[in-house]
């Protein structure tokens, strides 16, 4: 299936341009984020933020990272 076939896809996607379509550019990361994460809830989608995900660079386990 192609992304832009996917229904999930174009719902975050679209989600995420209506963020930036009212906030523009310049912004620090979290002011996204927390647009984001509301859009995505406005559209019935859970949205979890800063989640910890296992880092491995250049062979290294360097733990969980947020």
């Known amino acids: 299936m192609e992304l832009d076939?996917?229904?999930?896809t174009f719902r975050v996607i679209?989600?995420?341009i209506e963020v930036h379509k009212h906030l523009g550019p310049g912004l620090l990361e979290?002011?996204?984020e927390h647009c984001l994460c509301w859009e995505l809830e406005q559209a019935g989608?859970?949205?979890n933020r800063?989640?910890?995900l296992p880092v491995r660079y250049k062979q290294v386990e360097l733990g969980d990272t947020a």
Not at 5 to 8: H, N
Request: proline residues 12%; contains cysteine.
């Open 30 to 32: 979290s002011a996204y």
């Open 45 to 47: 989608l859970t949205c």
């Open 14 to 16: 679209g989600a995420a």
């Open 5 to 8: 076939q996917d229904p999930l």
């Open 50 to 52: 800063q989640v910890p």
